[in-house]
């Protein structure tokens, strides 16, 4: 039976449901009882934005509050995950993960193949990505780039509640280490979810809208954008195809290279920043796959080479929006198909 | 220990582990001396860091623990893996990037495990085992089967976040985690008395609220009773504890140091004696428990194992092209 929960709750859900139904399953971050040792222990915070509100309550002692160590228990969630336990770590904001990265990509992400195979690390690392909560350079990174970069570890990003949803209860029962990236501008956002469980395969791109005349590409949450710039282009009667990656790592190359056959045009759309990104990533590969199948230059949308920015004037032209991807995609159908070149573009 | 406890003489151990101990040292000691040697003869790629003069603390803890136990070791791992356990063939073979080799010639030298054997993998990253061996020592608690997790760090490493985020950590979850510094007074080759700003490891076990206890790394006995109380602790629920061994280093850094760093004569010094495994053998041969006979029968067979395993690795096949893609991930 489906009904509309926030993505906040689909992710408690798929906590919940997968630690009922697995008790190797721990679950560990700082917060996320919120109030250990605490005179409110009973009815605690669960989590800075209270993602894992209840889950205390119903499973004692499997939810750990962590000191504020990330590398600690990071590490830990990683060597547990070696030894038979699926942990489940939360870290917060993904821009601490330079605190604890040595964790993550030379150990959790290189187990297997250092160790010839013998190895399996079902950890799963959840942590919120994104820009537009006013909360500046250290806690507001699109840092999904950095972690597709690296072979051993597998990279989620969910544009919604239903996503999020199948997307975690597959990252819990995956056997290798997933980096679960959660927009936290999405977390109130709702739709219609399943109140039964279910499990969304990687790389399995959605295509959440179809149109002949040009693709857009993107994840988490600029995929909203680009639907408002596909609407926007449908009252040109430019018809946009939008693909949700859902996953980065791995990535549905197939969705996107036949989608791109058929409107022959591309825009990426990235809240991360330009170089070496997944925009710059989806853009080389259909450059090397599909360039007979392109009528125009590949087109990305990303966020400027810059941090990300504190006052909301300028946070609010850090993130791509729907104006200037629907300006790209008619990029796109001009006939020199270019853009303006400058880091800030 | 299957003997009769009334025949082991002064020692804590049964006859038959004494035998033990000996040829999990003895061991070690021709497998480091036999690499320091191909090594040098150009037979042996990447680097290489020896455990040989270290045998005691390997040998002393290891004897306490199961399969079922696990530990993170750390780049100076091979003593550590042939204590836990792990065969020795596979481990030359390793070294030797071959197909046989216990990570299939994708580990080397310094990321050996076996995770059947509880032994995580040694490690290229200084104090990067600490907050895995808190993992595994959660996972134990959780299950609830008496498991130890145990983290090997050197005395430089010991200065790592790591490190001292997990002594903090495993203090406050009341882990079975056990952390063993083993403190040979170099990090490379600085030395640990300039590097480490207090004098005893008891007073950093003391700042993040769990027992320190420090011994004699050379002396086996030491080693094995300390590590015998504090892993005793922690299986019953009694938590986490440091252990410091005090140690020599017979070789450099890596293979290939000229150790210029240390004092002439140094090393020539520490082998006359500190030397583990005479020690161990004088006195297990001083009390009548053990014969000399018995051991340089031990002797004879660590050497022929050693040479067998260098033989066989040589002989191996190496991996194949199609063994550059594999192995990344369970499913993709």
């Known amino acids: 039976m489906a009904r509309k929960i926030s993505m906040k709750q689909a992710i408690n859900e798929a906590l919940d449901l997968e630690m009922t139904r697995d008790p190797s399953v721990v679950v560990m971050g700082e917060d996320i009882v919120g109030g250990t040792g605490s005179p409110g222990e009973d009815d605690a915070w669960g989590g800075v934005l209270g993602v894992t509100k209840g889950l205390y309550a119903k499973h004692g002692d499997r939810l750990m509050d962590t000191p504020l160590s990330e590398s600690a228990y990071v590490g830990a969630a990683i060597g547990a995950a070696t030894c038979g336990l699926r942990p489940v770590a939360e870290l917060m904001f993904i821009d601490f993960m330079g605190v604890c990265f040595d964790q993550i990509f030379n150990q959790a992400a290189k187990f ?168 710059s990533d989806v853009a080389a590969f259909v450059g090397q796959n599909a360039f007979g199948a392109l009528k125009a230059g590949v087109q990305m949308v990303t966020a400027p080479h810059v941090p990300v920015p504190f006052s909301p004037v300028l946070e609010d032209l850090y993130i791509p929006n729907a104006p200037s991807i629907a300006e790209a995609a008619r990029r796109t159908l001009s006939p020199t198909g270019t853009s303006p070149r400058s880091i800030a573009a | 220990m299957t003997d009769d406890l009334a025949s082991q003489g002064p020692f804590p151990l049964s006859r038959d582990d004494l035998l033990k101990a000996y040829r999990i040292m003895r061991t070690i000691r021709e497998f480091e001396e036999r690499l320091h040697i191909d090594f040098a003869k150009g037979d042996i790629p990447g680097f290489v860091h020896l455990y040989a003069g270290e045998e005691a603390s390997a040998a002393g803890i290891m004897m306490h623990l199961k399969d079922s136990d696990r530990i993170a070791s750390t780049h100076r791992g091979h003593g550590h893996c042939i204590a836990k356990g792990v065969d020795v063939h596979e481990m030359m073979a ?44 959660l996972a134990a608690k959780v299950r609830g089967d008496g498991g130890v997790g145990i983290s090997f760090v050197g005395d430089g490493a010991s200065n790592q976040g790591t490190f001292l ?72 629920g009694g938590g986490p504890a440091l252990l410091e061994c005090n140690m020599v280093r017979f070789f450099g850094h890596f293979e290939g140091d000229a150790q210029t760093y240390r004092a002439k004569g140094e090393v020539e010094a520490i082998r006359a004696s500190r030397d583990c495994i005479r020690m161990f053998a004088e006195r297990v041969i001083e009390a009548g428990v053990v014969s000399r006979a018995e051991l340089e029968a031990i002797d004879k067979e660590a050497t022929e194992l050693i040479e067998d395993a260098v033989r066989s690795a040589k002989a191996a096949p190496l991996p194949g092209p199609a063994d550059l893609l594999t192995d990344v991930y369970v499913s993709y």
């Not at chain 1, 949450?221 to 710039?229: D, K, N």
């Not at chain 1, 609407?231 to 791995?250: C, F, G, I, Y």
């Not at chain 2, 299939?104 to 895995?132: F, T, V, W």
Request: aromatic fraction near 8%; hydrophobic fraction near 45%.
């Open chain 1, 112 to 279: 297997r193949y250092m160790f010839g195979g013998k190895a399996e690390t079902p950890v799963v690392i959840r942590a919120m990505v994104g820009a537009g909560f006013r909360a500046a350079a250290q806690h507001s990174q699109m840092l999904t780039p950095v972690f597709t970069h690296i072979p051993g570890v597998k990279v989620v990003c969910p544009s919604n509640a239903y996503d999020a949803k199948g997307l975690l209860i597959q990252s819990i029962r995956d056997n290798d280490p997933v980096i679960f990236c959660e927009h936290k501008n999405l977390y109130g956002l709702e739709c219609d979810v399943p109140a039964e469980s279910y499990a969304i395969p990687f790389g399995e791109a959605n295509v959440l809208r179809d149109g002949g005349d040009v693709t857009i590409v993107s994840y988490g949450l600029t995929v909203h954008r680009a639907m408002e710039a596909a609407e926007a282009l449908a009252r040109d009667r430019v018809e946009a195809e939008v693909v949700d990656l859902r996953t980065l790592s791995p990535i549905d190359w197939d969705t996107i290279i036949d989608s791109v056959e058929r409107t022959g045009r591309l825009v990426v759309v990235d809240e991360a920043h330009p170089r070496c990104s997944i925009a």
């Open chain 2, 94 to 137: 390793e070294i030797y990037g071959r197909s046989t080799g216990a990570c299939r010639g994708k580990g080397g030298s310094m990321h050996i495990a076996d995770l059947s054997k509880g032994m995580m993998g040694a490690n290229g990253i200084l104090g990067a085992g600490a907050p895995l061996a808190c993992g595994a020592a």
């Open chain 2, 165 to 236: 985020e997990s002594l903090n950590l495993a203090a406050v979850w009341n882990l079975p985690a056990i952390f063993v510094v083993e403190n040979n007074g170099y990090a490379e080759s600085t030395s640990r008395n300039w590097a480490v700003a207090v004098d005893s490891y008891i007073d950093r076990a003391s700042g993040f609220g769990l027992p320190g206890v420090t011994v004699d790394g050379t002396d086996f006995f030491a080693v094995y009773e300390a590590a015998g109380e504090i892993i005793r602790r922690a299986r019953e």
